[in-house]
C-alpha cells in the first residue's frame, strides 16, 4: 500500500485548505482511512477518519464543524477540507490506511495504522 499526501501550505487564520491522499497498490476490500497531525514537539493526534465502504466519519472534538473527510472512489483519494483555519492546527498532517474492524474506536490510535503517508505541513498565520 502506499500513500501519496498533498495540498499543505502557508495561510491566514480563518483561510481554508484541502488536503488529498492517494491510495495505490492497496488489496484491500474495504478500510479505514484517517488523518493524523503532529505539531512541534507533541504527540501525533487524531483528527478524522472515513471507512471506505460505508462512509461513517469520525472527528476530533477540536475539528467538529470546521473539517470534513470524504473520499473520492474513482480516484482512489480522501480529501479532508479544513476551513475557518486556526493558528493551533499548524502541524504535519499525515494520512493512514488500514483494514481496520469496523467497530469501536480504533481508528483513532496511530498505533492502528501500518500504512502512513509522508506528511504535509499545514501552517495558520495568525
Known amino acids: 500500500v502506499q500513500l501519496q499526501a498533498s495540498g499543505g501550505g502557508l495561510v491566514q487564520a480563518g483561510d481554508s485548505l484541502r488536503l488529498s491522499c492517494a491510495v495505490s497498490?492497496?488489496?484491500?476490500?474495504?478500510?479505514?482511512m484517517a488523518w493524523f497531525r503532529q505539531a512541534p514537539g507533541k504527540e501525533r493526534v487524531f483528527v478524522a477518519a472515513i471507512r471506505w465502504s460505508t462512509e461513517n466519519r469520525f472527528y476530533a472534538d477540536s475539528v467538529k464543524g470546521r473539517f470534513t473527510i470524504s473520499r473520492d472512489p474513482a480516484k482512489n483519494t480522501v480529501h479532508l477540507q479544513m476551513n475557518s483555519l486556526k493558528p493551533e492546527d499548524t502541524a504535519v498532517y499525515y494520512c493512514?490506511?488500514?483494514?481496520?474492524?469496523?467497530?469501536?474506536?480504533?481508528?483513532?490510535?496511530?498505533?492502528?495504522?501500518?500504512?502512513w503517508g509522508q506528511g504535509t505541513q499545514v501552517t495558520v498565520s495568525s
Open positions: 497498490k492497496s488489496t484491500f476490500s474495504d478500510y479505514q
Open positions: 493512514a490506511l488500514d483494514s481496520l474492524p469496523d467497530y469501536g474506536s480504533t481508528y483513532y490510535y496511530p498505533g492502528s495504522y501500518r500504512f
